[in-house]
């Protein structure tokens, strides 16, 4: 891939070349393969697991009694479960296809909402990328929101519209109001039949517009998620790691979901709603307030699960691609992945209650999808503290514990082969270890601090 220029004034944009299309790598039997060599590597592991092998860092447990066999056995039960949702989501994987894009002649008005706080020149850029996006010139609008940024934000966004005229509308607020005050007013604004929505620090693909608005020719969809690939990628190993663990995120859970019309989350980086959806929805998603306190985080989740519970379907088109700048210090990593657990808490607990009103099939797999995700953390948690007790026992354990992370993060990075053939699918093994080792303590953290709303990397 080409190397990558951002954080420049400049309106010359260089983005690496898209990986949406696994086609282009692998011809479409690939797909059966993967899927093939997945579910036989299920049944092997399972078998290995009620076999006591060596891979199974838990498996002395099972033959010792008192407290960790109270732990051990559900443990069995949740490894069960989530075998066979894996085998599940990869068979949906399977099933998935991109809609195809909007014809251009037949290209609906489209509004584009970018939101700014503090970006400096990159939002220039990304209105330029927007800007440069192959739609109908008569049928785009881009409205640019300055939430009260305090640095050049403002300069850069005023730049934008005088190089774009006509196209590009620049709104300043005077004092920060918070991102969803910013989109609210952008969707006031917007004329388009279809809104996009694109963070301030995201650049989209020429192709990304025209992608984004093909789903919506079914009147049922009512939400589109892009896929998210990191800018940054080549900047540090972290930024690695993360661009594998973003397109594991999109093109294998996302497209999973998009199977059966229920995407959990359109990201902030790029979606798209249909404007006579959402708009009766903005005031009261404005007002939401979770345990007494204003809800200012988790917006695209809050709105996605908005149009879910207006009985419209939400899609991911893997050929609407964003580029997002993603975080290179472990500092900033957690910060944002707290304001992500916190935000999915607080929508998990909404989307069980919304999952009612799905059709019976997605309501089904939702309750078997939510249901066996969050059953991991407190399986996960005990387990964490059975092989800490059995480590010291027998230090094997710790080797065993080593070699399951290691194969389970090397079995999902077939997915990520499927998308981009690279090595930098060896990121994602390593994305492993360090998840495990170093992101443990964030969703507990979380779920004590759930009523903190500050945005953190602001």
């Not at 939400?314 to 304001?339: D, G, I, N, W």
């Not at 999952?355 to 005990?382: C, D």
């Amino acid at each position: 891939m080409d190397p990558l220029t951002i954080n420049s004034p400049s309106p010359s944009v260089i983005l690496p070349r898209s990986s949406d299309d696994g086609d282009r790598w692998f011809n479409v039997d690939s797909r059966f393969v993967i899927a093939t060599i997945m579910l036989f590597g299920i049944v092997i592991v399972t078998v290995i697991r009620f076999g006591h092998e060596v891979f199974d860092p838990l498996a002395e447990s099972l033959t010792i009694q008192g407290w960790a066999a109270v732990i051990a056995r559900p443990s069995l039960l949740w490894f069960t479960m989530g075998m066979l949702l894996l085998a599940v989501r990869t068979l949906l994987w399977l099933r998935y296809h991109p809609v195809a894009p909007v014809e251009y002649e037949q290209a609906p008005r489209l509004s584009v909402v970018i939101p700014a706080y503090n970006e400096g020149a990159m939002v220039r850029q990304a209105v330029d990328a927007c800007a440069r996006a192959e739609y109908p010139r008569d049928r785009l609008e881009i409205i640019v929101v300055d939430d009260g940024s305090t640095d050049d934000t403002w300069t850069h966004v005023n730049l934008a519209a005088q190089q774009h005229p006509g196209l590009v509308h620049a709104v300043r607020f005077p004092v920060n109001q918070g991102k969803r005050a910013a989109l609210a007013a952008g969707f006031e604004r917007a004329v388009g039949d279809i809104i996009v929505t694109v963070d301030s620090d995201s650049l989209v693909e020429r192709e990304a517009l025209l992608a984004i608005a093909g789903p919506f020719q079914d009147e049922r969809v009512g939400a589109v998620a892009g896929k998210v690939c990191v800018l940054n990628r080549f900047h540090s190993v972290l930024s690695r790691m993360l661009h594998v663990r973003f397109v594991l995120s999109f093109d294998f859970l996302r497209s999973a979901q998009s199977s059966y019309g229920t995407v959990y989350c359109c990201p902030g980086a790029l979606s798209a709603y249909r404007a006579s959806v959402i708009k009766p929805l903005v005031p009261a998603w404005l007002r939401q307030r979770f345990l007494g306190e204003a809800c200012t985080i988790g917006e695209d989740r809050a709105l996605t699960n908005d149009v879910l519970a207006s009985g419209y379907k939400s899609l991911y088109q893997r050929t609407a691609v964003v580029h997002t700048l993603a975080p290179e210090r472990y500092q900033t990593l957690c910060k944002m992945f707290l304001r992500w657990e916190r935000s999915y808490i607080r929508e998990e607990i909404r989307l069980w209650k919304v999952m009612w009103k799905l059709p019976f099939p997605a309501m089904v797999l939702t309750m078997i999808e939510t249901t066996v995700t969050n059953l991991r953390y407190p399986v996960a948690y005990g387990s964490l503290v059975l092989m800490i007790y059995l480590s010291v026992q027998d230090p094997w354990t710790i080797l065993r514990l080593l070699l399951s992370i290691g194969l389970v993060s090397l079995s999902y990075t077939l997915y990520f082969l499927h998308s981009e053939r690279s090595r930098e699918f060896l990121y994602g093994v390593l994305y492993g270890y360090f998840s495990f080792f170093s992101l443990f303590w964030i969703f507990p953290y979380a779920l004590v601090t759930v009523r903190n709303r500050s945005w953190l990397t602001r």
